[in-house]
């Protein structure tokens, strides 16, 4: 690699399930640093829930947009590590997406559909061409992620696939009604909210309120509108509406979980 590509000061993002109590997450910075130490590297999270690549999938449609053009996006909640699935890397009109092809990029390329897409076919940018079976974090994802990120080209890394084939993870769609609309719960935070997927321009300008789990649960703006330990329903910084409880979880008093259903009444 030359010193100009060395130079680079890129971003690399990182988001995982592995969590912070053992190696993984330090071993893949140091795979990232022996390619080129100067990189940036940003972890969106590793606490992604084990193998939910739904979850990934909600937290990459809410960072991408905060990151410049060319940011190199790494994402390894990946199931089916080791299988016949393919590992892939896309360009889309932000940057790049490194990771599994099992519908972790279908919400981002949903919303900036990819220019091209490569399968990672090319072992010359992976840290050994003979990759753990259950490691390829390690061994592929983010060695592709800080080649792309120093300047390596797309088609470098393997052989082109037709964008069109990328696997795409179904997710319930809000549904609208004559009085409302019916969604699902699509992503449970660190504070226990409990986030829908229904846009919150259906509530904007409008009383309403929320039916889930045999409750009603009114609309509010902030948390400060109701008390401490009161169960609220608001719009949160995903500008979707969620449900929360002031001070409090409202995952574990409620006891609703990912798929759930809740409705929106005005």
């Not at 999270?45 to 999938?57: E, F, K, L």
């Not at 990946?78 to 360009?91: C, F, K, L, N």
Request: glycine share 10%; net charge negative; charged share 15%.
């Amino acid at each position: 690699m030359s010193e100009q590509q060395m130079g680079q000061g890129q971003l690399l993002t990182l988001i995982s399930d592995f969590g912070d109590r053992d190696v993984y997450v330090g071993v893949m910075k140091g795979a990232i640093a022996q390619i080129n130490p100067r990189l940036t590297v940003v972890d969106l999270t590793h606490h992604i829930p084990p193998q939910s690549i739904a979850a990934a999938r909600f937290c990459l449609i809410h960072a991408y947009p905060y990151f410049p053009e060319g940011t190199v996006h790494v994402a390894v909640v990946d199931p089916g590590v080791g299988s016949m699935r393919r590992a892939i890397a896309v360009e889309f009109a932000q940057g790049f997406l490194v990771g599994p092809d099992n519908g972790i990029f279908s919400g981002v390329l949903s919303q900036s559909p990819a220019i091209r897409a490569v399968q990672l076919t090319n072992p010359d940018h992976w840290r050994t061409p003979q990759p753990s079976k259950t490691f390829h974090g390690r061994d592929i994802f983010v060695p592709v992620g800080a080649h792309l990120a120093s300047g390596i080209t797309l088609k470098q890394l393997g052989q082109e696939i037709d964008p069109l084939t990328l696997v795409t993870l179904d997710i319930p769609d809000y549904q609208e009604t004559t009085t409302g609309v019916v969604g699902c719960i699509q992503y449970i935070d660190h504070f226990g909210n409990l986030v829908s997927n229904i846009p919150g321009s259906y509530v904007q300008g409008k009383t309403w309120y929320v039916q889930a789990a045999g409750l009603r649960i009114p609309g509010y703006v902030t948390y400060s509108d109701v008390e401490v330990g009161a169960i609220i329903a608001l719009v949160g910084s995903h500008g979707c509406v969620e449900i929360a409880v002031n001070n409090g979880n409202a995952h574990s008093r409620l006891q609703i979980n990912l798929q759930d259903t809740l409705q929106v009444f005005f």
